[in-house]
């Protein structure tokens, strides 16, 4: 029998389902200029009562075409408005005081002012500035006590030597910045120049210092612990204050063999580096456990042999031996999967959290595409979960007893915000709702997992976005996009770049191939000395998969990728013609030529057996530029000229001119002062202009629309 609704229940449903008509025919889909309007959550710091949050919010400057970053901070009762903190438009990476009544900061005033760490005392006032030296202070750090921090900065003797003479003419300063420009380089390294670095200066190196926290209102004199010809990074104070720990990889020529940092100790006070830890192979983020017996750190054992990838684990390092403590767990530790909005400034912290009895650690993992957080057992290494679902954790910190974690979160339709965790009941409460006035308005393509079958059977994962509005038995034209790395992997994370193609009327096809993360190590690993190859076969098995279920035009698909992706879109295209458009970003073309012009080296066999120069073919062979006459796909090219991981010579450039001289369809657009973080955190205009040229290209090529911004010039 069916039960009967009472009149004024009645009402009340008729009403409501018309509001929701209403508001959804009042959505619109999402555009590439709504990205100009986004703003992102960043370096969660929770104070240590743990009773407020503070933290770095990321926005567009549209007039100075730049990211301004401001510190604000929220309670974690539930339901208060966020203040803020600081007017910016460059300040970072927030740091609370142990007694939670001052926070320490890094700010830049301008574009040229070197960063140095001010104090913002919590009851109110201005910021005052804490340290200055000639090239700036980073990685604040407080001592268990309150009265010092320690910092990391690359100031030499030099600097204070020129600082100390007095000011200096701005005609002096002028003379300065020139000659500095035209003095020739001398290089003696391998690895001499770095993306959104540019040129490196082999004589300055990240050194530690320590300033005390004074009262007065001018800058504190700093002191410099350590010297010489290394980096220290992974700065944490022991738990009694008297010596800072940190990680250096202390190898003259390091990329010569597998990485290999450290632990290290140094005084408080200054004196002799002591070698704390030492594994065969790299120690990242060490944290001390709450009586200071033990460190917990993420590091990994070298393999016998180089592997293309190898996970990072969890150890526990104590009486002169390290336990690893996910020997059985094959996913990734951390977070790094693939999205477009992760914040284009400000840090994700990801530290490995101790109980406050010492007994289990809090750390994110990846599995299949979506992170959480997990605790481990040091004892029985057991993992259990502290958070579940579709999304990704990105960053979280924690009170000093664990109990509360302030946490930014965000999924496939929401960029990210803060969330407190309690790890006992493990109830997350959210605190902020950054985007939602925006994400309000719009309507959002649908979104779906699915799993399949390769050629060979192995299981791959992957999603489909379908366009906004679908309709059953319509015929949509599809892009197939490929993610970088190769060791990455998309997941539940958003990505505006497939979100708007949505919008736009395509279906959009993402998956993980062979090669990708969290599916674990050997799924990873296998592709070593076989890139790009098996990774394309299942990529196309993804797109016969689409295929089957009817709604996509097979003579209306396109691919494109960036780095990792642009090579696979290169060579997708010498291996088949069903794509009518193809777009390659910021790719590899020739091997033979990346190896001699990346950013880092190869020197290790990690994705080839040999150098070029004793066995060209390998590299030849895998080379998308040598098979350019088998293309019959129109193909732009998008490079930034400033890409030093994939330089444009040796990508995007030789592949545009290869096709030039075949006769064949080719076009590049070339971003000025971009690097290889073009799509991340470019220049907010040229990550809007970078969408257009895209999805122009497939409106073209797929559906046929005039436009003659391409035709020769």
């Given at each position: 029998?069916?039960?009967?609704l009472?009149?004024?229940?009645?009402?009340m449903?008729?009403?409501?389902?018309?509001?929701?008509?209403?508001?959804?025919?009042?959505r619109?889909?999402?555009?590439?200029?709504d990205?100009?309007?986004?703003?992102?959550v960043a370096?969660?710091?929770?104070?240590?009562?743990?009773?407020?949050?503070?933290y770095?919010l990321?926005?567009?400057?549209?007039?100075?075409d730049?990211?301004?970053?401001?510190?604000?901070?929220?309670a974690?009762?539930?339901?208060?408005q966020?203040?803020?903190l600081?007017?910016?438009?460059?300040?970072t990476?927030?740091?609370?005081?142990?007694?939670?009544?001052?926070?320490?900061?890094?700010?830049?005033?301008?574009?040229k002012?070197k960063?140095?760490?001010?104090?913002?005392?919590?009851?109110?006032?201005?910021?005052?500035k804490?340290?200055?030296?000639?090239?700036?202070?980073?990685?604040?750090?407080?001592?268990p006590?309150?009265?010092?921090i320690?910092?990391?900065s690359?100031?030499?003797?030099?600097?204070?030597?020129?600082?100390?003479s007095?000011?200096?003419s701005?005609?002096d300063?002028e003379k300065?910045?020139?000659?500095?420009?035209?003095?020739p380089?001398?290089?003696?390294?391998?690895?001499?120049?770095?993306?959104?670095?540019?040129?490196?200066?082999?004589?300055?190196?990240?050194h530690?210092?320590?300033v005390?926290?004074?009262?007065?209102?001018?800058?504190?004199?700093?002191?410099?612990?350590?010297t010489g010809r290394?980096?220290?990074?992974?700065?944490v104070?022991?738990?009694?204050?008297?010596?800072?720990?940190?990680?250096?990889?202390?190898?003259?020529?390091?990329?010569?063999?597998?990485?290999?940092?450290?632990?290290?100790?140094?005084?408080?006070?200054?004196?002799?580096?002591q070698?704390?830890?030492?594994?065969?192979?790299?120690?990242?983020?060490?944290?001390?456990?709450?009586d200071?017996?033990r460190?917990?750190f993420?590091?990994?054992i070298?393999p016998?042999?180089a592997?293309?990838?190898?996970?990072?684990?969890?150890f526990?390092f104590?009486?002169?031996?390290a336990?690893n403590?996910?020997?059985?767990?094959d996913?990734?530790?951390?977070?790094?999967?693939?999205?477009?909005?992760?914040?284009p400034?400000?840090s994700?912290?990801?530290?490995?959290?101790w109980?406050?009895?010492?007994?289990?650690?809090?750390?994110?993992?990846t599995?299949?595409g979506?992170s959480?957080?997990v605790?481990?057992?040091?004892?029985?290494?057991?993992i259990?979960?502290?958070?579940?679902?579709?999304?990704?954790?990105?960053?979280?910190?924690?009170?000093?007893?664990?109990?509360?974690?302030a946490v930014?979160?965000?999924?496939?339709?929401h960029?990210g915000?803060?969330y407190?965790?309690?790890?006992?009941t493990k109830?997350?409460t959210?605190?902020?709702h950054?985007?939602?006035?925006?994400?309000s308005?719009?309507?959002?393509?649908?979104?779906e997992?699915?799993?399949?079958?390769?050629?060979?059977?192995?299981k791959?994962?992957?999603?489909i976005?379908?366009?906004?509005?679908?309709?059953?038995g319509?015929k949509?034209?599809?892009?197939?996009e490929?993610?970088?790395?190769?060791?990455?992997?998309?997941?539940?994370?958003?990505?505006?770049?497939?979100?708007w193609?949505?919008a736009?009327?395509?279906?959009?096809?993402?998956v993980?191939?062979?090669?990708?993360?969290?599916?674990?190590?050997?799924?990873a690993n296998?592709?070593?000395?076989?890139?790009?190859?098996d990774d394309?076969?299942?990529?196309?098995?993804?797109?016969?998969?689409?295929?089957?279920?009817?709604?996509?035009?097979?003579?209306k698909?396109g691919?494109?990728?960036?780095?990792?992706g642009g090579?696979?879109t290169?060579?997708?295209?010498?291996?088949t013609?069903?794509f009518a458009?193809?777009?390659?970003?910021?790719?590899?073309?020739?091997?033979?030529?990346?190896?001699n012009?990346?950013d880092?080296t190869?020197?290790?066999?990690?994705?080839?057996?040999?150098?070029?120069?004793q066995?060209?073919?390998e590299?030849?062979?895998?080379?998308?530029?040598?098979?350019?006459d088998?293309?019959k796909t129109?193909?732009m090219?998008?490079?930034?000229?400033?890409?030093?991981?994939?330089?444009?010579?040796?990508?995007?450039e030789?592949?545009?001119r290869?096709?030039?001289?075949?006769?064949?369809?080719?076009?590049m657009?070339?971003?000025p002062?971009?690097?290889?973080?073009?799509?991340?955190?470019?220049?907010?205009s040229?990550?809007?202009?970078?969408?257009?040229?895209i999805?122009?290209w497939?409106?073209k090529?797929l559906?046929?629309k005039?436009?003659?911004?391409y035709?020769l010039?």
């Amino acid at each position: 029998m069916k039960a009967r609704l009472g009149p004024v229940l009645a009402a009340m449903i008729l009403v409501a389902s018309s509001a929701a008509f209403v508001f959804a025919a009042d959505r619109r889909p999402i555009t590439e200029t709504d990205f100009l309007k986004f703003q992102w959550v960043a370096d969660p710091q929770i104070s240590p009562d743990g009773r407020e949050v503070a933290y770095v919010l990321v926005a567009v400057n549209e007039k100075e075409d730049r990211y301004d970053t401001s510190l604000w901070s929220v309670a974690t009762a539930g339901g208060a408005q966020p203040r803020r903190l600081t007017a910016g438009p460059r300040d970072t990476s927030p740091r609370w005081s142990p007694d939670g009544r001052t926070l320490a900061f890094v700010r830049a005033p301008g574009e040229k002012d070197k960063p140095q760490i001010h104090l913002l005392s919590m009851s109110g006032g201005e910021a005052r500035k804490l340290t200055d030296l000639p090239r700036g202070a980073g990685s604040p750090e407080w001592s268990p006590d309150g009265k010092t921090i320690a910092f990391t900065s690359n100031t030499n003797d030099q600097d204070l030597a020129e600082k100390k003479s007095g000011p200096k003419s701005p005609a002096d300063l002028e003379k300065k910045e020139r000659d500095e420009r035209n003095k020739p380089r001398i290089v003696t390294r391998a690895i001499y120049r770095f993306n959104n670095q540019g040129w490196l200066d082999p004589t300055r190196h990240s050194h530690i210092w320590t300033v005390p926290v004074t009262e007065g209102t001018e800058p504190a004199e700093a002191k410099q612990l350590t010297t010489g010809r290394y980096n220290e990074g992974d700065l944490v104070w022991s738990r009694d204050g008297a010596r800072i720990y940190f990680t250096s990889d202390r190898v003259e020529e390091p990329y010569y063999a597998q990485p290999d940092a450290n632990l290290y100790s140094v005084a408080a006070a200054g004196g002799e580096i002591q070698k704390v830890a030492d594994i065969d192979g790299p120690i990242n983020d060490p944290e001390p456990s709450p009586d200071g017996a033990r460190f917990a750190f993420r590091g990994r054992i070298n393999p016998k042999e180089a592997q293309s990838h190898t996970n990072d684990e969890l150890f526990v390092f104590g009486s002169g031996a390290a336990t690893n403590l996910t020997a059985d767990y094959d996913y990734e530790t951390g977070s790094d999967l693939a999205g477009d909005q992760r914040p284009p400034r400000g840090s994700l912290p990801n530290p490995i959290v101790w109980s406050y009895d010492g007994r289990s650690l809090i750390v994110t993992t990846t599995e299949k595409g979506r992170s959480n957080l997990v605790r481990v057992d040091v004892a029985s290494r057991k993992i259990e979960p502290l958070t579940t679902g579709d999304h990704d954790v990105m960053a979280y910190t924690a009170t000093p007893d664990a109990s509360r974690l302030a946490v930014a979160i965000g999924d496939a339709t929401h960029i990210g915000d803060l969330y407190l965790l309690d790890t006992k009941t493990k109830k997350l409460t959210q605190l902020t709702h950054v985007n939602d006035g925006l994400f309000s308005q719009l309507e959002l393509p649908a979104i779906e997992e699915i799993w399949y079958p390769s050629f060979d059977g192995q299981k791959i994962n992957g999603w489909i976005v379908k366009p906004v509005g679908f309709e059953k038995g319509k015929k949509y034209p599809m892009i197939v996009e490929i993610h970088g790395g190769p060791h990455t992997a998309y997941g539940h994370i958003l990505y505006h770049e497939m979100l708007w193609m949505g919008a736009k009327g395509y279906v959009v096809l993402f998956v993980n191939p062979r090669g990708s993360t969290s599916y674990g190590q050997d799924f990873a690993n296998v592709i070593q000395y076989k890139y790009p190859g098996d990774d394309y076969k299942d990529i196309m098995a993804g797109v016969d998969e689409v295929l089957k279920r009817g709604y996509v035009d097979e003579k209306k698909m396109g691919v494109t990728g960036g780095s990792g992706g642009g090579l696979l879109t290169n060579w997708t295209v010498t291996q088949t013609d069903r794509f009518a458009a193809a777009v390659s970003q910021r790719s590899v073309a020739d091997w033979y030529a990346f190896w001699n012009t990346a950013d880092f080296t190869l020197f290790t066999p990690t994705w080839f057996h040999k150098n070029p120069y004793q066995d060209p073919e390998e590299f030849l062979s895998r080379s998308p530029v040598r098979y350019v006459d088998r293309i019959k796909t129109p193909m732009m090219f998008i490079e930034g000229d400033e890409d030093y991981r994939t330089p444009p010579g040796q990508g995007g450039e030789a592949m545009f001119r290869a096709l030039k001289a075949e006769k064949k369809t080719a076009v590049m657009v070339s971003f000025p002062g971009e690097n290889h973080e073009l799509s991340r955190s470019g220049k907010p205009s040229h990550r809007v202009e970078r969408l257009q040229h895209i999805v122009n290209w497939f409106d073209k090529y797929l559906q046929g629309k005039e436009i003659h911004l391409y035709d020769l010039q």
